[in-house]
C-alpha cells in the first residue's frame, strides 16, 4: 500500500494534538492537597504526652467511678450542666476529646439528626474515640486537628469542657476565640472548667498543690474569668455558674443583640 507524505503528515499532527491534550489535561488538573501538618502542641507532649498517648492509661482514665472520685463526686453534675445547654437536633462542636460517658451524653442530648463534631490534636485519643463512638453514635464525627485553628463551619453550640485549664496563657486565648467566633448569631459557647475554689473550701490548698505539681496552667483560671480570655469580649453576654464551691465552672456566651446597624441611617441624613 502507498502511502502519501501528506497522510503522513496529518497522522504526526494529530499524534502531536492528542500529546498536547494530554498535557493539558495534566495540567489543569488540580495538584494533590497537600496535608496540612498539624503538630501536637509542646503543653501536651510535656505535661499530658504519657497519659494521651497511652491506651492503658486512658483506659484506666475513662472509668467513671474514677472520675467521679477525681472529681469528687462532680462528674456526672458537670455532664449535666453541659448537656441542659444543647438543643436537640442541633449542630454542636466539642473542642478536645474526653473520657467517660461526657461525649455519649452529648451525643445523647444532640439526637440521631443532630451533628456533634469532636476535634481533637491527638491520634490516640482519636482513634480511641472513633472506636468507642463510631457505631453507637452515628452523629459524631471526629476531626484531627488544633481547637486553637478556625474550622470553617458554622455550629449551634460550641463545647469546651475541661480542655482551657490544660492550656498555656496563648492557647487559651486562641481556643477561646475560636470557639466565639465558630457560632452563628443565635449560637452559644458553652465551657466546663476549673475555678477557684471558695477561701474555706477543705480542699483549696489540695488542689492547688496537685495543679503546682501536675497542670501548671490550671491555676490561671483561678486568677482570671474566661471572659478575660476573649478580645471583644463585650459582643458576648456571659454567664457563669458555679459548682462545689467555686471549685468548677460553667461559663456560657451567647452573642450580644446588636442595638444598632454597622452603617448608621442617621450618617445618611448627614
Ligand atoms: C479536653 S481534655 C479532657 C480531659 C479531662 N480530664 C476529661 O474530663 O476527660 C483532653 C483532650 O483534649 C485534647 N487537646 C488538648 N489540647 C488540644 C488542642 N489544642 N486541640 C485539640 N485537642 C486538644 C487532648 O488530646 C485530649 O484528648
Redesign the pocket.
Known amino acids: 500500500m502507498i502511502t502519501l507524505i501528506s497522510d503522513v503528515q496529518k497522522e504526526v499532527e494529530a499524534k502531536e494534538e492528542s500529546k498536547a491534550g494530554a498535557e493539558d489535561v495534566i495540567s489543569h488538573e488540580t495538584p494533590p492537597q497537600t496535608q496540612k501538618n498539624i503538630r501536637v502542641?509542646l503543653?501536651?507532649r510535656l505535661f499530658?504526652s504519657k497519659l494521651?498517648n497511652s491506651y492503658n492509661w486512658s483506659a484506666l482514665?475513662d472509668k467513671n467511678w474514677l472520675?467521679n472520685l477525681i472529681t469528687f463526686g462532680m462528674n456526672k453534675k458537670l455532664i449535666q450542666a453541659c448537656c441542659s445547654e444543647i438543643e436537640m437536633h442541633s449542630k454542636v462542636l466539642q473542642?478536645?476529646?474526653?473520657?467517660?460517658n461526657?461525649l455519649a451524653e452529648l451525643a445523647d442530648s444532640v439526637g440521631y439528626y443532630g451533628r456533634l463534631d469532636v476535634?481533637?490534636?491527638?491520634r490516640t485519643?482519636l482513634s480511641r474515640m472513633e472506636g468507642k463512638y463510631e457505631t453507637l453514635y452515628p452523629q459524631m464525627h471526629f476531626i484531627r486537628?488544633?481547637?486553637?485553628d478556625k474550622i470553617d463551619e458554622e455550629y449551634d453550640t460550641v463545647v469546651c469542657?475541661?480542655?482551657l485549664h490544660?492550656?498555656p496563657i496563648a492557647?487559651k486565648t486562641k481556643?477561646v476565640e475560636n470557639a466565639l467566633h465558630s457560632i452563628g448569631d443565635n449560637g452559644k459557647v458553652v465551657f466546663i472548667d476549673y475555678s477557684q475554689p471558695n477561701y474555706w473550701h477543705p480542699l483549696r490548698y489540695i488542689v492547688r498543690m496537685f495543679n503546682r505539681l501536675y497542670q501548671p496552667f490550671a491555676e490561671k483560671l483561678w486568677d482570671r474569668s474566661i471572659d478575660t480570655f476573649a478580645k471583644d469580649n463585650l459582643d458576648y453576654i456571659w454567664h457563669r455558674t458555679c459548682y462545689f464551691g467555686g471549685m468548677y465552672q460553667k461559663v456560657v456566651a451567647v452573642k450580644r443583640p446588636k442595638m444598632y446597624e454597622a452603617t448608621s441611617t442617621v450618617s445618611k441624613y448627614l
Open positions: 502542641p503543653y501536651q499530658y494521651y482514665l472520675l473542642l478536645g476529646g474526653t473520657f467517660g461526657q476535634v481533637d490534636i491527638n485519643q486537628g488544633n481547637a486553637e469542657y475541661m480542655l490544660e492550656l492557647s481556643v
